[in-house]
């Protein structure tokens, strides 16, 4: 689950090419057996705990070294997934005929002396004052314009937009993408960290040559990767004073690239109509990665929860599907996001890069901690978030389709009866998990989209967030139970509307 | 009331025979069986082994232990046995690296000080302080009398380390070719080897007994240390240790016959390579190691698959070892020889597969190529030492199955090139166990950037991987296990 700042992160160093599988197996055009919503209980018996364990014990191993985006853990947890996929005959679903989806990342080394940003006869300085997320050499010149609160239009095309810090995030995020969207030259934003936060931050992004991201214009579809800057709030104050006035930004900075990978795999429906059509199942399989400099013996942030717990439910849905020679109606669609801790990369580069046909997803299934309980006799406070071994936070279908919800609701009561924590499906949640897994880049698309998510605990971004403490029999009961459902969306004979529901 | 004595037997018929003898998998039935190795197989583990997210596999390595995870993941998919430490798929090898003070680590003899790096290096021993009488070494001797001397012997000594370290010599001091540049050079390769980590010299996890530390000089230090002869010098070494894991990975699966089950037929390969260098022009810094050893990684790991998916099973039992290590120096198989996981003599051969998966296309002339065997020709090695049993079963095995093109140039202690000694396989061979050692011939790509999958043929791999599987069942299923008729000796 992603947390924290999303215009950026610090990184390891990448060095490795993309791979490519070539599929060697054929597909045939053979229409299979429909798998009934019966049927499908016993297919949902392939998904156990050992299996969920043996997956696990691989993905969440020091081994991968907490699978940062762009890291070889991470690349050895695609492959390790695309091996599997391979022995179970699933069909690829990603780049010509492999299972991945290519992202290329780039990163920028900024020359320190000749990054300057400067405003009547103010001067401010890389790294002390300000931060450079994005940008690329050269030198512009333009109008500050000021953005301080949510709005449907700032006319913000060749300015350089000047963003206060919003409290609510969803508001300052969709601020930062609208500035964008309407041709901003470069976003300066307030960061809201001071004195020794600061420093911590800027230290976060040291070495620069660690620090790759999404370019921008895969993003936003804008193809002159507008500028984007942190500036500590003091200096903020400063440089905010100068509205109405020409800014200027020189930077001088290489460009290097460097690629990650969505993980893309089909199991084709049984109606020869409907099969067009796909019921997306999701999660991430990347996390924190690791840090040297901590304290104590432990630096791996292994993640096992974090979405190592959504990543083997996949696996072990996808395995339980193709064991069975019978098929939903519908397509089944299993992607496997990179870099969501970054601010959701690979579900957002998916959906503006898809890999089947636009408006062919009729729902996305998203599973993003789902390994962890609140035991009954628990009565720690910092557990108080978590949910119950029982229990599961499932959040969207209220936002996104009534239909969805009845479905999801339907297949519970009819199966293992978990007890559906609904506080953040709620329209008036302000938690704000909505947007912070990759179901919110479906959402965005008009797809209706549930999530399941077994809530906070203190072990969130931890090095602790380990496999000792995994409730293995959880997960097996909540990834039978979004099979199910999958299984349920996918024999519907009409697709569940989407309805929007809610301010997003 | 007492229980009737049908029911009894009833219930036993039922339950009891947990013991009950597996089918037997007889030589002919093997060769069904052995379809279960394939190239698109063999190629499948290799794209996940050679790719570069295991950044070439070095010892000690988070991509090693990826590679090590996947195949015990493997394994336990598949219901092989567990052959490693407490019911797991791994023997843990702990590493150490012993950090020496630069500041206090020292030689001194009258007003001559010489430092650590400036002057030599440590390899290894106890630390600590001695002082003694410098001895000077320039010949072999039957027995040498040096108890409670600091002894310094020539390059062309090296081969008397092992007799002066049994000595009672308080430390062992060696010259060496590098001077300058060459020297400051040869600091930093060692520095970087394996990141440091060695193998402890008596390769226990508790540590080992004392042992006299040995020094190597640059040519410079060594020219004023041999001038010394005679005076007393002191030896100080201060050093701090800290420790990293690395892994054999270790698996089984039980023969059919109640008796000879106590007994295995090995087979081995390595699944390390030699790393990356981050400091190499190109882009490309990762030496994949497709063919060394890649190659018998997977094959072992296609034959582990074909015994623990059949029902049927041989006479003895299967062992099969992944070695890490190899390339520092046969660390895993050394480990391995001297904590064995299986009791000791029970292991009736070794067969060793290092490099089988490059082949010399025809019309190649590239002169690095010309030892390279063709697509169906193959180095065996060790057929015609110790044991006329089981050369037998190899060249037999092969006639009456792929007739591959056995090519025995290197079957031969005296070999200039000393490939006998050269693979794991020898860390068995010195235990009195019979070996046989596949192997493809040095090419172009070895140890080169060049290894990668895009270069394998799989279709000899899968040639030998097969024969293999079907040499191990036939020397499973003799009667008695092959006899050492013939000495090993270099």
Same mark, same amino acid.
């Given at each position: 689950?992603?947390?924290?700042?999303?215009?950026?992160?610090?990184?390891?160093?990448?060095?490795?090419?993309?791979?490519?599988?070539?599929?060697?197996?054929? =597909?045939?055009?053979?229409?299979?057996?429909?798998?009934?919503?019966?049927?499908?209980?016993? &297919?949902?018996? %392939?998904?156990?705990?050992?299996?969920?364990?043996?997956?696990?014990?691989?993905?969440?191993?020091?081994?991968?070294?907490?699978?940062?985006?762009?890291?070889?853990?991470? *690349?050895?947890?695609?492959?390790?997934?695309?091996?599997?996929?391979?022995?179970?005959?699933?069909? /690829?679903?990603?780049?010509?005929?492999?299972?991945?989806?290519?992202?290329?990342?780039?990163?920028?080394?900024?020359?320190?002396?000749?990054?300057?940003?400067?405003?009547?006869?103010?001067?401010?300085?890389?790294?002390?004052?300000?931060?450079?997320?994005?940008?690329?050499?050269?030198?512009?010149?333009?109008?500050?314009?000021?953005?301080?609160?949510?709005?449907?239009?700032?006319?913000?095309?060749?300015?350089?937009?000047?963003?206060?810090?919003?409290?609510?995030?969803?508001?300052?995020?969709?601020?930062?993408?609208?500035?964008?969207?309407?041709?901003?030259?470069?976003?300066?934003?307030?960061?809201?960290?001071?004195?020794?936060?600061?420093?911590?931050?800027?230290?976060?992004?040291?070495?620069?040559?660690?620090?790759?991201?999404?370019?921008?214009?895969?993003?936003?579809?804008?193809?002159?990767?507008?500028?984007?800057?942190? #500036?500590?709030?003091?200096?903020?104050?400063?440089?905010?004073? +100068?509205?109405? $006035?020409?800014?200027?930004?020189?930077?001088?900075?290489?460009?290097?690239?460097?690629?990650?990978?969505?993980?893309?795999?089909?199991?084709?429906?049984?109606?020869?109509?409907?099969?067009?059509?796909?019921?997306?199942?999701?999660? +991430?399989?990347?996390?924190?990665? $690791?840090?040297?400099?901590?304290?104590?013996?432990?630096?791996?942030?292994?993640?096992?929860?974090?979405?190592?717990?959504?990543?083997?439910?996949?696996?072990?849905?996808?395995?339980?599907?193709?064991?069975?020679?019978?098929?939903?109606?519908?397509?089944?669609?299993?992607?496997?996001?990179?870099?969501?801790?970054?601010?959701?990369?690979?579900?957002?580069?998916?959906?503006?890069?898809?890999?089947?046909?636009?408006?062919?997803?009729?729902?996305?299934?998203?599973?993003? #901690?789902?390994?962890?309980?609140?035991?009954?006799?628990?009565?720690?406070?910092?557990?108080?978030?978590?949910?119950?071994?029982?229990?599961?936070?499932?959040?969207?279908?209220?936002?996104?389709?009534?239909?969805?919800?009845?479905?999801?609701?339907?297949?519970?009561?009819?199966?293992?009866?978990?007890?559906?924590?609904?506080?953040?499906?709620?329209?008036?949640?302000?938690?704000?998990?909505?947007?912070?897994?990759?179901?919110?880049?479906?959402?965005?698309?008009?797809?209706?989209?549930?999530?399941?998510?077994?809530?906070?605990?203190?072990?969130?971004?931890?090095?602790?967030?380990?496999?000792?403490?995994?409730?293995?029999?959880?997960?097996?009961?909540?990834?039978?139970?979004?099979?199910?459902?999958?299984?349920?969306?996918?024999?519907?004979?009409?697709?569940?509307?989407?309805?929007?529901?809610?301010?997003? | 009331?007492?229980?009737?004595?049908?029911?009894?037997?009833?219930?036993?018929?039922? =339950?009891?025979?947990?013991?009950?003898?597996?089918?037997?998998?007889?030589?002919?039935?093997?060769?069904?069986?052995?379809?279960?190795?394939?190239?698109?197989?063999?190629?499948?583990?290799?794209?996940?082994? %050679?790719?570069?997210?295991?950044?070439?596999?070095?010892?000690?390595?988070?991509?090693?232990?990826?590679?090590?995870?996947?195949?015990?993941?493997?394994?336990?998919?598949?219901?092989?046995?567990?052959?490693?430490?407490?019911?797991?798929?791994?023997?843990?090898?702990?590493?150490?690296?012993?950090?020496?003070?630069?500041?206090?680590?020292?030689?001194?003899?009258?007003?001559?000080?010489?430092?650590?790096?400036?002057?030599?290096?440590?390899?290894?021993?106890?630390?600590?302080?001695?002082?003694?009488?410098?001895?000077?070494?320039?010949?072999?001797?039957?027995?040498?009398?040096?108890?409670?001397?600091?002894? &310094?012997?020539?390059?062309?000594?090296?081969?008397?380390?092992?007799?002066?370290?049994?000595?009672?010599?308080?430390?062992?001091?060696?010259?060496?070719?590098?001077?300058?540049?060459?020297?400051?050079?040869?600091?930093?390769?060692?520095?970087?080897?394996?990141?440091?980590?060695?193998?402890?010299?008596?390769?226990?996890?508790?540590?080992?007994?004392?042992?006299?530390?040995?020094?190597?000089?640059?040519?410079?230090?060594?020219?004023?240390?041999?001038?010394?002869?005679?005076?007393?010098?002191?030896?100080?070494?201060?050093?701090?240790?800290?420790? %990293?894991?690395?892994?054999?990975?270790?698996?089984?699966?039980?023969?059919?016959?109640?008796?000879?089950?106590?007994?295995?037929?090995?087979?081995?390969?390595?699944?390390? +390579?030699?790393?990356?260098?981050?400091?190499?022009?190109?882009?490309?810094?990762?030496?994949?190691?497709?063919?060394?050893?890649?190659?018998?990684?997977?094959?072992?790991?296609?034959?582990?698959?074909? =015994?623990?998916?059949?029902?049927?099973?041989?006479?003895?039992?299967?062992?099969?070892?992944?070695? !890490?290590?190899?390339?520092?120096?046969?660390?895993?198989?050394?480990?391995?020889?001297?904590?064995?996981?299986?009791?000791?003599?029970?292991?009736?051969?070794?067969?060793?597969?290092?490099?089988?998966?490059?082949?010399?296309?025809?019309?190649?002339?590239?002169?690095?190529?010309?030892?390279?065997?063709?697509?169906?020709?193959?180095?065996?090695?060790?057929?015609?030492? #110790?044991?006329?049993?089981?050369?037998?079963?190899?060249?037999?095995?092969?006639?009456?199955?792929?007739?591959?093109?056995?090519?025995?140039?290197?079957?031969?202690?005296?070999? /200039?090139?000393?490939?006998?000694?050269?693979? *794991?396989?020898?860390?068995?061979?010195?235990?009195?166990?019979?070996? !046989?050692?596949?192997?493809?011939?040095?090419?172009?790509?070895?140890?080169?950037?060049?290894?990668?999958?895009?270069?394998?043929?799989?279709?000899?791999?899968?040639?030998?991987?097969?024969? &293999?599987?079907?040499?191990?069942?036939?020397?499973?299923?003799?009667?008695?296990?092959?006899?050492?008729?013939?000495?090993?000796?270099?």
């Amino acid at each position: 689950m992603l947390s924290g700042n999303i215009f950026g992160t610090s990184m390891k160093r990448p060095i490795y090419l993309a791979l490519a599988i070539t599929a060697l197996f054929g =597909f045939t055009n053979q229409q299979a057996r429909l798998l009934t919503n019966d049927d499908a209980r016993k &297919v949902a018996t %392939a998904i156990t705990r050992d299996v969920l364990k043996d997956y696990l014990t691989f993905i969440a191993d020091d081994a991968l070294q907490g699978r940062n985006p762009p890291s070889p853990g991470l *690349d050895a947890a695609a492959n390790f997934i695309a091996f599997n996929l391979k022995q179970w005959g699933a069909k /690829p679903g990603g780049d010509s005929g492999t299972y991945f989806q290519n992202i290329r990342l780039e990163h920028t080394e900024f020359d320190k002396t000749q990054t300057r940003l400067t405003v009547g006869n103010q001067a401010f300085e890389l790294d002390k004052d300000f931060l450079v997320f994005r940008g690329k050499e050269g030198k512009v010149s333009a109008p500050l314009l000021r953005v301080d609160k949510k709005r449907t239009n700032y006319g913000a095309k060749g300015k350089i937009v000047v963003l206060s810090w919003i409290p609510v995030f969803d508001d300052r995020i969709s601020a930062f993408h609208q500035v964008i969207e309407e041709g901003a030259i470069a976003v300066i934003s307030d960061s809201n960290l001071s004195g020794e936060a600061w420093t911590k931050f800027v230290a976060s992004y040291q070495p620069r040559s660690d620090t790759f991201h999404l370019p921008i214009s895969d993003s936003f579809g804008n193809p002159t990767s507008p500028i984007s800057i942190a #500036m500590t709030p003091e200096r903020f104050k400063q440089f905010e004073a +100068h509205v109405g $006035m020409k800014a200027t930004i020189s930077i001088s900075a290489k460009l290097q690239y460097t690629v990650v990978r969505n993980i893309i795999a089909i199991v084709p429906g049984n109606d020869l109509k409907l099969r067009n059509e796909y019921v997306a199942f999701g999660a +991430h399989y990347d996390h924190i990665g $690791m840090n040297s400099d901590l304290p104590g013996p432990d630096k791996i942030f292994n993640g096992a929860d974090d979405d190592g717990s959504g990543t083997v439910a996949l696996m072990n849905i996808a395995k339980a599907a193709l064991s069975s020679q019978s098929r939903p109606k519908r397509s089944m669609l299993f992607v496997w996001h990179c870099g969501e801790e970054k601010g959701l990369w690979g579900s957002y580069y998916f959906n503006r890069n898809l890999t089947v046909p636009n408006g062919s997803m009729v729902a996305q299934l998203n599973l993003d #901690m789902v390994g962890r309980s609140r035991k009954e006799n628990d009565k720690d406070l910092a557990n108080r978030l978590l949910s119950g071994e029982n229990e599961v936070f499932v959040i969207g279908p209220t936002r996104t389709s009534r239909r969805l919800s009845q479905i999801v609701d339907r297949t519970n009561a009819q199966y293992l009866k978990l007890g559906y924590n609904k506080l953040y499906d709620a329209l008036d949640d302000q938690s704000g998990f909505f947007f912070l897994s990759d179901q919110a880049s479906y959402a965005k698309k008009g797809i209706p989209v549930c999530f399941w998510y077994g809530g906070d605990h203190p072990d969130y971004h931890q090095v602790s967030d380990e496999i000792s403490k995994i409730d293995f029999a959880k997960i097996e009961k909540v990834a039978r139970t979004v099979y199910m459902t999958g299984v349920a969306v996918a024999n519907e004979p009409t697709r569940p509307p989407f309805i929007k529901r809610g301010k997003w | 009331m007492k229980r009737p004595i049908y029911l009894a037997l009833a219930t036993t018929a039922l =339950f009891g025979f947990t013991n009950q003898q597996t089918r037997l998998l007889t030589n002919d039935d093997a060769r069904n069986a052995a379809s279960v190795i394939t190239s698109d197989t063999l190629k499948d583990y290799l794209t996940f082994i %050679a790719d570069d997210a295991l950044q070439g596999r070095d010892t000690p390595s988070a991509g090693l232990d990826a590679a090590a995870n996947f195949i015990a993941y493997n394994l336990k998919t598949w219901g092989a046995k567990p052959g490693g430490d407490n019911g797991t798929y791994f023997q843990n090898i702990r590493l150490e690296r012993a950090t020496y003070d630069k500041a206090s680590t020292q030689i001194v003899s009258g007003d001559t000080t010489l430092t650590l790096e400036n002057d030599f290096l440590v390899f290894g021993g106890s630390g600590g302080k001695v002082s003694g009488q410098i001895v000077s070494i320039t010949n072999k001797l039957p027995q040498y009398n040096v108890r409670g001397k600091i002894v &310094v012997v020539g390059e062309n000594l090296r081969s008397e380390y092992d007799a002066l370290m049994k000595s009672g010599a308080l430390a062992i001091i060696g010259g060496s070719n590098y001077s300058g540049d060459s020297w400051k050079s040869f600091v930093s390769g060692v520095r970087q080897y394996a990141g440091g980590f060695r193998m402890p010299s008596d390769a226990s996890p508790t540590g080992g007994p004392m042992v006299p530390p040995t020094i190597s000089m640059s040519a410079e230090g060594y020219k004023k240390l041999a001038g010394l002869a005679d005076s007393k010098a002191q030896v100080t070494i201060v050093a701090s240790k800290d420790y %990293a894991m690395t892994r054999n990975v270790v698996a089984i699966v039980p023969g059919a016959d109640p008796k000879l089950k106590e007994e295995y037929v090995a087979f081995g390969c390595h699944y390390d +390579h030699v790393g990356m260098n981050p400091n190499l022009p190109g882009p490309d810094k990762i030496y994949n190691g497709a063919d060394d050893d890649g190659s018998g990684t997977v094959a072992v790991l296609n034959i582990a698959k074909a =015994f623990a998916t059949s029902a049927a099973k041989p006479k003895r039992s299967l062992l099969f070892v992944w070695h !890490c290590g190899e390339e520092k120096g046969l660390w895993g198989s050394d480990y391995y020889n001297k904590h064995l996981t299986v009791p000791k003599g029970s292991i009736v051969s070794q067969l060793n597969i290092d490099m089988i998966g490059r082949s010399r296309k025809a019309g190649d002339t590239d002169p690095r190529n010309k030892s390279l065997t063709g697509p169906n020709s193959i180095y065996v090695i060790g057929t015609t030492m #110790m044991s006329t049993r089981l050369g037998e079963i190899v060249h037999g095995v092969n006639s009456k199955y792929l007739g591959l093109d056995y090519n025995k140039l290197y079957d031969d202690p005296k070999d /200039p090139n000393q490939f006998f000694y050269r693979s *794991d396989h020898y860390n068995y061979a010195k235990n009195g166990i019979p070996i !046989c050692f596949w192997f493809d011939g040095e090419h172009e790509d070895y140890h080169q950037l060049g290894d990668e999958v895009s270069k394998i043929d799989f279709t000899k791999m899968e040639k030998i991987a097969r024969t &293999v599987f079907l040499t191990g069942v036939t020397v499973a299923n003799e009667a008695v296990r092959p006899a050492v008729d013939k000495p090993l000796n270099r």
